[in-house]
C-alpha cells in the first residue's frame, strides 16, 4: 500500500547479476553479428534473408542487451531480446538444417530470458 522510502529499499544483489549477464551476453552476441566475415555473417547468408536481417537482429539484440543493464527497462529488454530467440528456435527447427540440435542454446537463452524477466525479488 505504502512505498518503502528510498533509505530503507533493500538491493536484490542477484536480480542485478542476472541482469548484468543477461544484458552483457546480448551486447556481445548484438556486436559479433556486425562483423562482416564472421561466423554470424555465414550463418546469416545461410538463412536466406539477406544483410539487412542481420543487422537488425544485431540492433535489437544490442538494444535489447542495454536495455537490461536499466532496471525500469530491463523487462522491455526480455521482450526483444526473447523474440530474437524465439526466431531463433524457428530458424533452427525450420530454415536450417541443424534442426532440434541447434535450436537448444537459443531455446536455453529464452528460458534465461524469462527467469530474469519474472524473477521477484526475495
Do not use: C, S
Request: charged share 15%; proline share 4%; hydrophobic share 55%.
Amino acid at each position: 500500500m505504502f512505498e518503502q522510502p528510498e533509505a530503507e529499499r533493500q538491493i536484490d544483489v542477484t536480480e542485478w547479476v542476472l541482469r548484468i549477464a543477461a544484458g552483457v551476453l546480448f551486447i556481445l552476441l548484438g556486436a559479433a553479428k556486425l562483423r562482416a566475415n564472421g561466423y554470424w555473417a555465414k550463418l546469416f547468408t545461410e538463412i536466406g534473408f539477406g544483410e539487412w536481417f542481420r543487422y537488425l537482429t544485431a540492433a535489437l539484440q544490442l538494444g535489447g542487451g542495454v536495455l537490461f543493464l536499466i532496471p525500469r527497462t530491463a523487462r522491455a529488454g526480455a521482450v526483444i531480446t526473447g523474440a530474437t530467440m524465439i526466431g531463433a528456435v524457428g530458424v533452427h527447427l525450420f530454415v536450417l538444417p541443424t534442426g532440434f540440435g541447434g535450436a537448444v542454446f537459443p531455446g536455453a537463452l529464452l528460458v534465461f530470458i524469462a527467469v530474469v524477466a519474472t524473477r521477484r525479488p526475495g
